[in-house]
C-alpha cells in the first residue's frame, strides 16, 4: 500500500494526548486479530496494524461521521482520517521513545484522557442503549399533544427609538402607507428592517412578554402598538395566526434522541453523586451544593420539537 504523505495538522497535534492514551490502555499493538468481526486492516505503523473500525472510530470522534454511520473504505473522507490517525501513532510512537509517558505530567493528562473515554463508553453502555424507538415515539407523542393546543403567529415589526417617533409611525399607518415599507424606511432594528419587518411565524411562549402579552388576542390584520420594550418603542403588524405546524417524527428523532441522552446522564450522574462522597475544597463552595451536575446542565427541559418549526426568530426586544 502506498504511504500517505502530507504536512503534519494542527488537528493531528491536538489529538496527540488522545492517542496516547489509547496507546497507554492498549500495549498490545502489532496484533493481527480484528478488534471487531469483519474489520479490515488498513495500514501498519512498524508492527501495529490500523484497522477500518479505529480510522472510523477517529471520524467519529472529530464529528465527520454520526455514531453508526458507515464510512466507506474508498472514500476521500477515509483516506484523509487514516492518514491523521498515521500521523498520531506516529507521534505518540517518538514520544515513548523520548519517554515522554513517564513524567508525571503526562501520567496525569494520560489519566484524565482515560477517565474521559470510560466516561464516555458508560454513556454508551448504559444511557444510549436505554434509548428505545419507543422512547423516542413516547416523547414525540407527547410533544405532538401540547403542540395540538399551540398556535403560531407571523408578526411585522417596526421599532422606533421614542415614542414620538413611534406615535408617527401609527401616523403613517393609519393614512394608509404599507407597514413593509414603513418598516424599511423607519425601523432601527436591523435584523428585521430590510425584510419589511417580518418576524416570520413563533408562538407566544418563545417571544418577550411585552410581545405576547400585545399579541395575545389580536386577530390578523390588526396593528398592535406602540408599547415600550427593551430596544425601544414597538408596533406590530399580526400577518396570520395558524395551528402549530409540527416536525415530523424523523425530522424530530435527532432533537429527541439528545434530549433523552442529556437526560439519561443527568440521572446517571445524580446516582453517582448521591452515591459518592464528595468534598469540594473551594472557598465559598457551600452555595453550590444540591446544583445540577455540570455534565447534565441544559439536559432539564424537555426539546420543544413542535414550537417554531421554521426556527423563526423571537422578536429583538
Known sequence: MTPFRRPISTLTVALLAATLA?????????????????????????????????????????????????????????????????DQKLLAKEAERRRLDDSPLA??????????????MLVE??????????????????????AKTSEEIRVRLILSRTKTEADAVI?????????EAVAMERSVDEATRFSGGDLGYSTLDVMPQTYASALRDKQA????????????????????????????????RPQIVRYLTYEGVRQLLEQLRNKAKVNVLLPGDGARQGQEPASAQGASQAPDQTSNPTNTPAPAA
Open 221 to 252: 390584520g390588526s396593528t398592535v402598538g406602540p408599547f415600550q420594550t427593551e430596544g425601544g418603542w414597538a408596533v406590530l403588524r399580526v400577518e396570520d395566526r395558524r395551528k402549530e405546524n409540527p416536525p415530523t417524527l424523523e425530522q424530530a
Open 107 to 120: 501520567q496525569r493528562r494520560l489519566e484524565a484522557t482515560r477517565e474521559r473515554i470510560l466516561g464516555d
Open 125 to 146: 453502555s448504559v444511557v444510549n442503549g436505554a434509548i428505545s424507538d419507543q422512547a423516542v415515539q413516547n416523547l414525540y407523542n407527547e410533544q405532538l399533544r401540547l
Open 22 to 86: 489509547v496507546s497507554a490502555c492498549n500495549r498490545t499493538g502489532g496484533a493481527d486479530r480484528a478488534p471487531e468481526p469483519g474489520d479490515r486492516a488498513v495500514a501498519k505503523v512498524h508492527s501495529e496494524t490500523i484497522w477500518a473500525s479505529d480510522v472510523k472510530r477517529e471520524a467519529v470522534a472529530q464529528g465527520l461521521i454520526g455514531e453508526g454511520e458507515p464510512l466507506d473504505v474508498t472514500s476521500d473522507l477515509f483516506r484523509r482520517v487514516l492518514d491523521e490517525v498515521i
Open 171 to 179: 401616523g403613517i399607518l393609519g393614512q394608509g402607507a404599507s407597514f
